[in-house]
């Protein structure tokens, strides 16, 4: 129908197909479980006075002091806060991590290591987006971000989750060459695909 007004399928990614979930067989998530529930949980780092970050008041001139300090008070005070909270709760997390962090705060990231949380790939700053860098530096960047975290925590990381979502054509096929097994940027489904 579309050919007889001119039209043409829109361009797709390539790299899945569409599903609807109405017309697959049941989910099995291991032991028997009905719900798999993720927590994920940021732990950022940005440049003082250059770069991206978050606002949750005004863009003021750079030095951008009220948005820095409150992302910093994130990993000051907030995520201490929130480990307590997880300890009390037996909640484990998946603990998504700029590697400019081992460098700021390492014990921050020391304590969610020692809790056994999943220590996931998330960049090396959230200043900056990959997906605007060529390939050959997103790649530089994703090997980067694997080999510190593999030898600060002597386990390398499976998943990755690129800062702001940011990613280019080649990101998925980049991340499989540099060691990732999974990427959390596409949130298009309910259940794990290959």
């Not at 991206?52 to 951008?64: F, K, N, Q, V, Y």
């Not at 991590?97 to 921050?108: I, M, S, V």
Request: net charge negative.
């Amino acid at each position: 129908m579309s050919s007889l007004y001119g039209l043409r399928p829109l361009p797709s990614h390539g790299r899945f197909g569409y599903s609807a979930i109405t017309r697959r067989p049941g989910y099995a998530w291991p032991n028997g479980a009905r719900l798999a529930v993720y927590l994920g949980f940021n732990l950022e780092h940005f440049a003082f006075g250059e770069g991206l970050g978050a606002r949750i008041g005004p863009a003021s001139p750079e030095p951008d002091v009220l948005n820095y300090s409150w992302r910093e008070y994130g990993n000051r005070v907030g995520a201490w806060r929130c480990l307590e909270l997880f300890d009390q709760l037996a909640l484990p997390t998946g603990c998504l991590l700029n590697t400019a962090l081992y460098d700021h705060c390492p014990e921050l990231v020391s304590a969610f290591a020692a809790r056994g949380d999943e220590l996931i790939g998330h960049g090396h700053t959230n200043a900056e987006r990959q997906g605007d860098m060529p390939e050959a530096q997103e790649l530089a960047l994703l090997a980067g971000c694997h080999a510190r975290i593999a030898q600060e925590s002597g386990t390398a990381p499976r998943g990755w989750l690129s800062p702001w979502i940011s990613e280019s054509r080649t990101t998925p096929d980049l991340l499989a060459e540099t060691g990732y097994d999974y990427t959390l940027n596409w949130a298009h489904d309910d259940q794990p695909l290959p």
